[in-house]
């Protein structure tokens, strides 16, 4: 990833993070933070172009100036009206020193996030969920699922505390497995039993539980060992969860009861 349009994601998770904290000073932040995203992205775009970004000497160009650029080389910039509005409510905060209560604040904020989300994907070809998903932060007016929050902080997390990173993990994998495999007169389910069936619903291959089998133990030694787990072993394990929830989620999308009962 380009270091400018690295520059405007973090801007924009920064900005996430003091919409969520809700204070007065952390809601201005949230506006200058948004704004500067905003603006680093059209620049990233005018630069990809192969147009300058400065205009005199090293004074850079303006978020409208960004857009006048791309404008004559026919990129639209989509729900500008909406990155318009935020931007001079920005500046009302920055300059005044008047800053919106909470629900103000998240309705310019939110209106924004169209704008981000579409140039993010149509002009660079990211997601804006996906680069936001190892950050713990959430977009304004789509709150995560738990199972969601669970995968986001294990991957976050799977660098400075292996162990956590691994139990948040697992716990992600058991949230979803659990009604698939679980019958309604069965008062608990061991978490080995769960990958047993879906093997035994040909759901899963002898491979995928091999698989299974190898997360199990690295979980194990998580919970009950006294050495901490290895940053390899919990990379394996968030990344194996990670795959198994996107695909049991879809079998509990389109299953209406347990994928096997127990023979």
Known sequence: MPP????????LRHGLEHLDLGSPE???????????????????????????????GH???????AKRKLEQRHVQVPFW????????????????????????????LSAAMPFFETFLHDQFGYDLDHLLESTGVSLPGKPRKPVDKLLAEARRTVNTQPRS??????????????????????????????????????LWSQQDFLKFERFLQIRNRAAH??????????????????DWVEKLSRLSRDSEGPVARTQ
């Open 59 to 65: 004074e850079s160009i303006t978020l409208f100036g």
């Open 81 to 108: 009206s909406d990155v318009e509005v935020m931007h001079e409510r920005r500046n009302v905060a920055h300059h005044v020193g008047d800053v919106p209560d909470e629900d103000t604040t998240k309705v310019y």
């Open 225 to 242: 060992g006294a050495k901490d787990p290895s940053r390899t072993d919990a990379t394996f394990a968030v990344e194996a969860a990670k």
């Open 165 to 202: 990173s691994i139990m948040t993990a697992s716990t992600a994998v058991e949230l979803v497995a659990r009604p698939l495999a679980k019958h309604p007169e069965e008062r608990s389910l061991p978490i080995r039993e769960i990958g047993r069936r879906m093997v035994q619903s040909n």
């Open 4 to 11: 400018m349009l690295r520059q405007a994601v973090n801007a």
């Open 26 to 56: 952390d809601r201005a932040f949230a506006f200058e933070h948004f704004d500067q995203a905003a603006e680093l992205l059209l620049k990233e775009k005018v630069r990809q172009l192969g147009e300058s970004i400065y205009r005199r």
